[in-house]
């Protein structure tokens, strides 16, 4: 994938009327390792450069391609591509159950209802969900629902997968699920974090601080970078 020269924003209300807001500035990379994390503060822009990934955000200028796709005009070949997991799975989960959602996930790809249903369970399961697909979403724990919802994207394998801070909810046990389960997808992952011991398994860190890229490159220098920009030290993880 690759973003030239991109750039997002986004109108805001001032005393002196309405303006534009700059979110994100004059993003240069090309990311092909397997795994990518992004970290930065609140409001520096990660989630934003996340969703020019899948164009759910469209670069006010600059392009962002995928696989040579260009997101804002070739955007639903660039959704077949990329699967999306949101911080929040509530606005992802739309069916009353988990079992449903996954089901809806591989209506294309499984037209038959018990084919569909087959599937379904064995990505429950690969998950170890299966006691959980039938209760409602709203019933299900914050972490409970992130996992349904990162099932419910890996369901039709997309060949690259981006997670909004995926570990936000999760417990330890269930954290190094996400863990063991990232290091095992065949897709590329890219994700952004405040979890800097989740950053440092990727192979690859963009430092995004006031919507550019501060730093890029390895993980343990990105780590540092970043708890020197926070003034943290560099204390133990
Ligand atoms: N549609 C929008 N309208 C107005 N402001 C926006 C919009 N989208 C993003 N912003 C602003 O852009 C900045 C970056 O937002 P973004 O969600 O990308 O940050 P983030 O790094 O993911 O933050 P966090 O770590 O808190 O999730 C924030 O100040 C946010 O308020």
């Known amino acids: 994938m690759e973003l030239a020269g991109a750039r997002v924003t986004v109108p805001v209300e001032a005393d002196s009327g309405p303006r534009e807001k700059v979110v994100l500035d004059g993003v240069d990379v090309v990311l092909t390792e397997s795994r990518v994390a992004v970290i930065g503060a609140n ?15 469209e670069p006010s200028s600059g392009t962002v391609r995928i696989d040579g796709l260009d997101t804002s005009r070739e955007t639903r070949a660039v959704r077949q591509r990329v699967g999306f997991v949101f911080t929040d799975p509530l606005s ?7 079992r449903e959602d996954v089901e809806l996930s591989l209506r294309r790809r499984h037209p038959n209802r018990g084919e569909r249903a087959a599937a379904a369970q064995e990505v429950l399961g690969r998950f170890g969900l299966q006691r959980l ?21 890996l369901a039709v394998d997309p060949s690259i997968l981006v997670l909004d801070e995926p570990s936000t909810l999760l417990d330890l046990r269930n954290r190094e ?36 890229i501060a730093f890029d490159g390895d993980p343990t220098e990105a780590v540092r970078f970043y708890r020197d920009l926070c003034g943290a030290g560099l204390g133990p993880l």
């Open 43 to 57: 409001g520096s822009g990660k989630s934003t450069l996340l969703r020019l990934l899948n164009g759910l955000v």
């Open 92 to 98: 992802q989960l739309v069916m009353p159950t988990g």
């Open 133 to 153: 697909a039938d209760q409602s979403v709203y019933e299900l724990s914050g972490g409970e629902r992130q996992l349904m919802a990162l099932a419910a994207v």
């Open 177 to 212: 699920l996400l863990r063991r389960t990232l290091a095992t997808l065949p897709q590329q992952v890219i994700f952004s974090t405040h979890d800097l011991e989740l950053a440092l398994d990727a192979e690859r860190v963009l430092v995004v601080e006031a919507g550019r």
